[in-house]
């Protein structure tokens, strides 16, 4: 049986959800800043003027989201997600080319960084048409990470 995929608008209890099931790399993504996941997530939830929650088959697979100023060009895009997108790669490749054209028709130019060793998450941006700068560290423990970004 081929599972269901369902992309809802993003409630703010998704993001109690999602950060207690998150992939390994996700949480590591999110700690190298010294954050916590359920406030980083909540934060970006809150700040976000695109938001989207993807189930499959009725469990949490991935949460994701477009902050950054209301008038402003630029966005920045989020993506966290859990073990159960591994189910739906082909789909979800689909929902994320989808939903990268969305983010740019409401900004022009995108860019956020992502953890540098993760390395499942830096090929699915560069399939998007992301480029994807050299790493270097950022935040307080000096974690690599990788500039990416997309101009339409």
């Given at each position: ?6 992309i ?32 980083a ?5 809150r700040?976000?003027?695109l ?12 949460m ?56 499942r ?6 399939v ?25």
């Amino acid at each position: 049986m081929t599972p269901r995929c369902l992309i809802v608008p993003s409630k703010i209890d998704d993001v109690y959800r999602i950060a207690a099931n998150l992939r390994s790399e996700d949480a590591a993504e999110i700690t190298g800043f010294g954050l916590d996941p359920r406030i980083a997530l909540r934060n970006s939830f809150r700040h976000a003027i695109l938001r989207k929650t993807a189930f499959v088959d009725g469990e949490i697979a991935a949460m994701w989201g477009l902050g950054g100023a209301m008038l402003a060009d630029s966005g920045t895009p989020w993506l966290m997600t859990t073990p159960v997108v591994e189910r739906v790669p082909v789909m979800f490749l689909k929902v994320g080319r989808a939903q990268l054209a969305e983010m740019l028709l409401h900004r022009s130019f995108l860019e956020n960084v992502v953890l540098a060793s993760y390395r499942r998450a830096c090929r699915f941006l560069e399939v998007l048409g992301f480029v994807l700068d050299p790493p270097k560290p950022i935040g307080p423990q000096g974690v690599p990470f990788r500039r990416f970004w997309i101009e339409k």
